[in-house]
């Protein structure tokens, strides 16, 4: 049916492409791109042989003119950015200058501040809808999965909603005292920000980690959550009718948490570079380069996560609380793709969004947050390509 290029071969695209090739009706062909090349071919020798057709590329996706070099010549129907978010914003100026639909897994942020929000990407709205194609953004599990559950509860189970708590819990154990589960800068950055969440309409910021709620998981058990900042509340709030509060809470356990408070207190998690033996470096990229990288995470964790929302809201002028979530299970993903739980359960729906587009299924010219679209052929495909949801009508609450 189409042709996807893949920027990025790390753990996220890694998962992405085995998918792909399990849904090659839709994936005839993909090109696999990145900046170290032998990464991509790794990849395509793991997987040649199968229906899709795989080639291999070397991008630098920080320069447009490159990417529209590779973009001419492979001539894909969809491009998936699963790179890194500070090349959000060149690679969809590559798929404007060739007119080719964009998806991607996370918001952009420039490097040098921890700062992300929609803004940017927002402002490509009407030169993508000109040009008559679709940015898709946010296609992973959250942002992603989250919008789409919420997508579909508005559709099928209320007239309002009115408070969501999205959940995200990882109960996985890989036997490090310290690692982070994708990409060590992106992760740290995120987890070491300010908390905020939106209530009537307005950001209410915290101390990072200041919030701290137990919530007792289906299938897991009790774990300590902390509030943190998440880009799918500002594009949620938005687009759910009638929300009054939207809150993203994550679990983490003490000796993260410890570990994290250390590295803080001797200035490991900075990006403001530095000067060591007569080079600039920054910190918090030292510190990645020293961690466990997160694809080699696969064979060791054990465990399982379960993310997803609870919504509160009014049904048939009845207050109604729902929940809807999915449990991944660490093994098990590394037995079926060779990678672990939190590159699997965003690499799905990375590979469902794109084929959501290739299909036809979605189609929408301008950039568009997941939950703007119909949740139902997303949801069949979660059922499909292992990513299975749950629901229940009593859920424990978050206070
Ligand atoms: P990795 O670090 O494992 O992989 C990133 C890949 O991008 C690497 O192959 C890297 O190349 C490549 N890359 C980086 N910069 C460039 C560049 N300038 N040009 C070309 N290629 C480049 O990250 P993950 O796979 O863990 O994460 C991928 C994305 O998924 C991130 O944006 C992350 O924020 C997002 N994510 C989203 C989640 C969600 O639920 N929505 C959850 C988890 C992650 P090289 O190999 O040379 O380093």
């Known amino acids: 049916m189409g042709k996807a290029l893949i920027i990025g071969a790390g753990g996220v695209a890694s998962v992405c492409i085995h998918k792909c090739c399990q849904n090659s009706d839709v994936f005839e062909e993909i090109c696999i791109a990145s900046r170290t090349k032998s990464k991509c071919d790794a990849l395509k020798a793991k997987l040649d042989g199968g229906k899709t057709k795989i080639s291999t590329a070397q991008v630098n996706a920080d320069n447009v003119e490159e990417l529209?070099?590779?973009?001419?010549?492979f001539k894909p129907d969809v491009v998936i950015n699963l790179a890194l978010p500070y090349q959000d914003l060149t690679i969809m100026d590559a798929c404007l200058a060739t007119k080719v639909n964009y998806v991607d897994t996370a918001n952009y942020e420039p490097l040098d501040t921890a700062k992300f929000e929609y803004s940017w990407q927002w402002a490509y709205r009407e030169r993508f809808e000109k040009a008559g194609i679709t940015a898709l953004l946010g296609s992973g599990f959250d942002p992603g999965v989250t919008g789409v559950?919420?997508?579909?509860?508005?559709?099928?189970?209320f007239d309002?909603?009115?408070?969501?708590?999205?959940?995200?819990?990882?109960?996985?154990?890989?036997?490090?005292?310290?690692?982070?589960?994708?990409?060590?800068?992106?992760n740290i950055r995120e987890v070491s920000a300010k908390g905020s969440y939106i209530e009537d309409g307005k950001?209410?910021?915290?101390?990072p980690m200041e919030i701290?709620?137990?919530?007792?998981?289906?299938?897991?058990?009790?774990?300590?959550m902390y509030l943190l900042h998440h880009e799918e509340l500002e594009s949620l709030a938005l687009n759910i009718k009638g929300i009054k509060r939207i809150r993203f809470f994550m679990t983490f356990g003490q000796s993260y948490l410890t570990h994290l408070k250390c590295l803080e207190n001797v200035g490991m998690t900075s990006i403001e570079p530095i000067d060591f033996e007569g080079h600039k470096i920054v910190p918090l990229q030292f510190l990645k380069a020293v961690l466990p990288d997160p694809a080699s995470l696969g064979p060791r964790t054990v465990g399982k996560t379960n993310i997803g929302c609870i919504f509160i809201g009014k049904k048939d002028g009845k207050e109604k609380t729902y929940y809807l979530y999915n449990v991944c299970d660490h093994q098990e993903c590394y037995?079926?793709?060779?990678?672990?739980?939190?590159?699997?359960?965003?690499?799905?729906?990375?590979?469902?969004?794109?084929?959501?587009?290739?299909?036809?299924?979605?189609n929408k010219p301008g950039v568009h947050n997941i939950e703007e679209f119909d949740p139902d052929p997303f949801m069949d495909a979660l059922n499909t390509f292992g990513l299975p949801w749950k629901e229940s009508f009593n859920p424990d609450l978050v206070e």
Request: aromatic fraction near 12%; include cysteine.
């Open 68 to 73: 529209i070099a590779l973009i001419n010549s």
């Open 149 to 157: 559950f919420s997508a579909y509860a508005m559709k099928h189970q």
């Open 160 to 186: 309002e909603i009115n408070y969501i708590d999205i959940l995200d819990c990882n109960a996985g154990d890989h036997g490090y005292p310290f690692a982070t589960n994708f990409n060590p800068e992106i």
């Open 203 to 207: 950001w209410v910021e915290t101390e």
């Open 212 to 224: 701290k709620r137990v919530y007792n998981f289906p299938e897991i058990g009790e774990k300590d």
């Open 335 to 362: 037995k079926e793709v060779g990678s672990q739980a939190i590159s699997y359960t965003t690499g799905v729906p990375a590979m469902i969004g794109a084929a959501m587009l290739l299909t036809g299924k979605w």
